[in-house]
């Protein structure tokens, strides 16, 4: 069983950072693309950033191209989100996924992930 675990979620004024951190256990971690989703209340889930198995390929939305790094560390079972100059709009439930396959840089969407952290809360104060 997969199961993935997010840490690093707290209370930060905007223009400050934040590293989120991801760890999997139960499977072939370098076997999976790897992506941050988040959900702000009210609204739907919406793609963050994405990784390739061996961390070649990186996408990100255009909300946080130039802000936010994804990075993964197949040694440790672990992504990170590397999250600054962060605005009060980034606040949302932060989830990081697991893909069995190769990464989706084109409209990636949450369907296209197999299995599911449980979320940490990034909130960004004015």
């Known amino acids: 069983q997969v199961q993935l675990v997010e840490s690093g979620g707290g209370l930060v004024q905007a223009g400050g950072s934040l590293r989120l951190s991801c760890a999997v256990s139960?499977?072939?971690?370098?076997?999976?693309?790897m992506g941050w989703f988040r959900q702000a209340p009210g609204k739907e889930r919406e793609f963050v950033a994405a990784i390739s198995w061996g961390g070649g390929r990186k996408y990100y939305a255009d909300s946080v191209k130039g802000r936010f790094t994804i990075s993964r560390d197949n040694a440790k079972n672990t992504v990170y989100l590397q999250m600054n100059s962060l605005k009060p709009e980034d606040t949302a439930v932060y989830y990081c996924?697991?893909?069995?396959?190769?990464?989706?840089?084109?409209?990636?969407?949450?369907?296209?992930?197999?299995?599911w952290g449980q979320g940490t809360q990034v909130t960004v104060a004015s």
């Open positions: 996924a697991a893909r069995m396959g190769v990464v989706v840089g084109t409209t990636p969407k949450p369907e296209q992930y197999d299995y």
């Open positions: 139960g499977g072939t971690f370098s076997s999976y693309a």
